[in-house]
């Protein structure tokens, strides 16, 4: 048996469009359209689907999160698609971590939404080939971003990091280095500074995350 679709978007041409031409295809047994919540619950509370596409002129981004929280909280089975108009990353993570399945861009090809509703069925998630490209910039400029904060450590203060990451007081680490312990201090601070922690333990992490230490 084929699954059920409910389309929850605006406008209602778009959607009456997508609708048709995804009966046609014969990927859905049924394929519903909702342009308001109420008719949305009344669907969901009579039929559920197994697919729900929630589009992002339908409803804001901030609404969107609690009404994702609150469908995966109601109907735990159904797979929630969002058509978004290119969400920043952040935002697209957020609605992962709130339950979605699967994040398309609203200039995604009908051929895309076919793969991510294989995917789905699969039991596996999906992310539009646009969005992945800038995760990609993403994290291609945090990494940049974090060897340039790196780069900008003095020889000195990365010695003081490193006997940080070893667990030695301000004072341990003054003898060691035979600098007064107001210049132990002074990089401390600078370094707290250079790589965006607010304390000792941020710097552990900082440092082993990036591989500074062994």
Do not use: W
């Not at 049924?30 to 992002?56: K, R, W, Y």
């Not at 409803?59 to 994702?68: D, F, H, S």
């Amino acid at each position: 048996m084929k699954p059920n679709l409910i389309i929850f978007d605006e406008p209602v041409f778009y959607t009456e469009g997508l609708s048709k031409l995804l009966t046609e295809s014969r990927i859905f047994d049924v394929v519903n359209i909702c342009n308001n919540q109420e008719t949305l619950a009344d669907h969901l509370n009579f039929q559920p689907p197994e697919f729900l596409m929630l589009g992002s002129n339908s409803i804001a981004l901030t609404e969107m999160y609690k009404l994702v929280q609150e469908l995966v909280s109601q109907h735990k089975n159904i797979k929630i698609i969002v058509i978004g108009n290119f969400y920043e990353v952040g935002d697209i993570r957020k609605l992962f971590e709130k339950g979605i399945k699967s994040y398309l861009d609203r200039t995604c090809g009908y051929n895309e939404f076919v793969k991510s509703i294989a995917a789905l069925s699969s039991s596996l998630v999906y992310i539009c080939d646009s969005a992945k490209e800038r995760m990609m910039d993403f994290l291609s400029h945090k990494q940049v971003h974090q060897r340039h904060q790196i780069e900008c450590l003095t020889k000195r203060e990365t010695e003081v990091l490193k006997l940080i990451c070893d667990g030695l007081s301000s004072k341990k680490i003054c003898e060691k280095l035979f600098i007064s312990i107001n210049t132990v201090e002074t990089h401390r601070k600078k370094i707290l500074m250079k790589l965006n922690v607010k304390n000792s333990a941020g710097v552990v992490k900082y440092a082993m995350e990036n591989h500074m230490i062994s």
